[in-house]
């Protein structure tokens, strides 16, 4: 088996091919620290490859030496220490110094250059933001949760985040722990003419676990309030205050999956493995921070002097608190060159996307100037073709799962999300045109922004085959460090 992947790596970037990497660490219920290093890319065939090359146990302090040590060990095991393009990561500290030992190790990769933020990561740092500010973390124990002795008397009669998400808890726990309650809300689903869906309770190590939480008991809701209203002689009953949720309590709720509701939709698409997703980074950034804004704006209170207390308050500063989260990484994430280039190399995207995203001239102007100083340096050194090109040319093949952006629950969401991202796709094209395949290909309009977009290269390969082998090596990048998990 691993002569067979040795083989076909090697067989890859004798291509003139490279490699794209993920890393994760972490350390096991019985107390082993491991790290998994998988390779990512597209073959001459533009199939898709994501494959576990390492699956080492980490020994000593967890350094970045010791880690950047581990991961030159697996690369020169494969023989493909230097044909590594990107390398996709979480945002630990650790990480960074793990990037600067490979800089010293590996020759003409760089931090700046190869280093992606992994995107999930931040989606999750941003989200746990919006639950600390609402203090509405989950809780430890589920059984705590269920026990009669759980009294909230003093809270009762508030509303705010944190009190609603508490009650739910309550309430969820109560119900998977008791055949009695159990029974009932399913009769309960029945007469209300539901889908059984069993209730979920969040953790506190999956923050979307909340937003699942809350959108199972909202879908259960006719059936739960009927089972809160009847039950006056099972369990709930027997609670030192009866267990209930107000209008205003369902409403608040239904705010706070509004909010979370962005970031689970972002993280599903970036975690992905079987579509690209590195060129969506830097427009996933600038939607959510467009929803969070808008978010903040139809939620602020209209007073001068608003009570910090209130539930508007609360969910406004939540609010804000992830958008400066996003911000932080946003301006370390906008300069890295990988984004850049894979972002150019979408054909529905291109130097437009930039501008869509309201980049000033001079930054736009730098992305190309990376974009370049790759190509130049990687890409071009055979001989680049004249082309001659008209763009009824171009093919626009319809995608299934893979060609959309994102895929959000309401149709006007995706169309403002669509609209930022592509903008108008009336752009010119000289019919004549005769230059180099960089010029040839911005020069020409964008495609549907429904189309796959690694097959709308492998049909143009013949054409512009350097830009291609370019288009291979980054648009097989991960967005983030996940796609492991599904290996």
Not at 66 to 82: A, G, T
Request: aromatic share 8%; net charge negative; glycine share 2%.
């Amino acid at each position: 088996m691993f002569e067979n992947l040795q083989g076909q790596l090697r067989e890859h970037i004798s291509t003139g091919a490279k490699i794209n990497l993920t890393i994760d660490a972490w350390t096991s219920g019985n107390k082993l620290p491991f790290m998994a290093i998988t390779a990512h890319w597209i073959d001459t065939r533009y199939e898709r490859f994501n494959t576990l090359i390492g699956f080492e146990r980490l020994r000593g302090s967890h350094t970045a030496g010791n880690m950047s040590d581990v991961m030159i060990k697996v690369l020169d095991m494969y023989q493909i220490r230097e044909s590594i393009n990107c390398i996709t990561a979480d945002n630990a500290v650790v990480n960074d110094g793990i990037f600067l030992d490979l800089e010293l190790e590996m020759q003409d990769w760089s931090q700046e250059d190869g280093q992606i933020r992994c995107l999930a990561h931040v989606l999750n740092l941003a989200a746990q933001t919006v639950l600390k500010t609402l203090r509405s973390e989950a809780e430890e124990r589920e059984v705590d949760l269920a026990s009669d002795d759980c009294d909230d008397s003093g809270h009762n009669n508030e509303v705010d985040p944190a009190t609603s998400l508490r009650k739910l808890r309550q309430i969820v726990a109560k119900v998977r722990s008791s055949n009695i309650l159990w029974e009932a809300l399913q009769e309960d689903v029945q007469r209300k003419r539901l889908d059984w869906l069993v209730p979920i309770l969040d953790v506190r190590v999956r923050w979307n676990s909340t937003y699942k939480m809350i959108e199972r008991a909202l879908y259960l809701r006719p059936a739960l309030e009927r089972l809160l209203a009847v039950d006056n002689t099972r369990k709930f009953s027997k609670a030192r205050t009866p267990l209930t949720l107000s209008l205003r309590d369902w409403n608040t709720l239904e705010r706070v999956s509004r909010i979370l509701s962005l970031f689970v939709d972002a993280t599903e698409f970036a975690s992905g493995s079987t579509y690209p997703t590195l060129s969506s980074q830097l427009p996933y950034y600038q939607f959510l921070q467009n929803a969070l804004h808008e978010l903040i704006e139809s939620e602020r209170p209209m007073e001068d002097d608003p009570d910090p207390t209130s539930t508007t308050y609360k969910i406004c500063s939540a609010a804000d608190n992830a958008y400066q989260k996003l911000n932080q990484y946003w301006v370390k994430t906008d300069s890295n060159t990988g984004q850049v280039i894979a972002t150019i190399l979408n054909p529905r995207m291109k130097l437009q996307l930039f501008k869509n995203l309201q980049w000033e001239a001079n930054w736009i102007e730098n992305a190309r100037e990376k974009f370049m100083r790759v190509f130049t340096k990687c890409y071009a050194s055979r001989e680049p073709i004249a082309i001659q090109t008209r763009s009824n040319e171009i093919q626009v093949i319809a995608s299934t799962r893979t060609g959309l952006l994102l895929s959000l629950e309401t149709p006007q969401n995706r169309r403002r999300y669509e609209d930022l991202v592509f903008g108008s796709t009336d752009d010119s094209l000289d019919d004549n045109l005769i230059e180099s395949q960089v010029e040839i290909y911005l020069r020409e309009p964008r495609v549907d922004r429904n189309m796959d977009i690694v097959q709308w290269w492998k049909l143009h390969e013949h054409r512009l085959p350097n830009l291609a082998l370019m288009a291979r090596d980054y648009l097989s990048v991960p967005a983030t460090r996940y796609p492991f998990h599904s290996i």
